[in-house]
């Protein structure tokens, strides 16, 4: 059984910036895609940013790209997620996903291992 967690959420002020992670211990797959989603109140979950297993392709969504920065660890199977510059409009629960093979970022369903989630409140 594959147990994600994720960690790092918190309370911060306009501006501000936290720094998300997320371990799955018992995930040891050659080739996968790890990434971090978040739902809004009221809103659908989307996809924030995905890392391939290289470490080298990555996707942003666009409201977050040049202030939020995903990277991983392989040695410990850890996903990182550096948000910067935090807006209200980026309050959500944020949940680590992970899955085998190449996935669409943009298409939470294609994930199968889900975290619980950790709660991001950026007040104004």
């Known amino acids: 059984q594959v147990q994600v967690m994720e960690s790092g959420g918190g309370l911060v002020q306009l501006g501000g910036s936290l720094r998300l992670s997320c371990t799955a211990p018992?995930?040891?797959?050659?080739?996968?895609?790890m990434g971090w989603f978040r739902q809004g109140p009221g809103k659908e979950r989307e996809g924030v940013s995905c890392i391939g297993w290289s470490g080298t392709s990555t996707y942003y969504e666009d409201s977050v790209k040049g202030r939020f920065t995903i990277s991983s660890d392989k040695a410990t199977n850890t996903l990182y997620l550096q948000m910067n510059n935090l807006k209200p409009e980026d309050t959500a629960m944020y949940y680590c996903?992970?899955?085998?093979?190449?996935?669409?970022?943009?298409?939470?369903?294609?994930?199968?291992?889900w975290g619980l989630g950790t709660q991001v409140t950026v007040t104004s």
């Open positions: 996903a992970e899955d085998l093979g190449d996935r669409r970022c943009a298409v939470p369903t294609d994930f199968e291992y």
């Open positions: 018992t995930l040891n797959f050659d080739d996968y895609t």
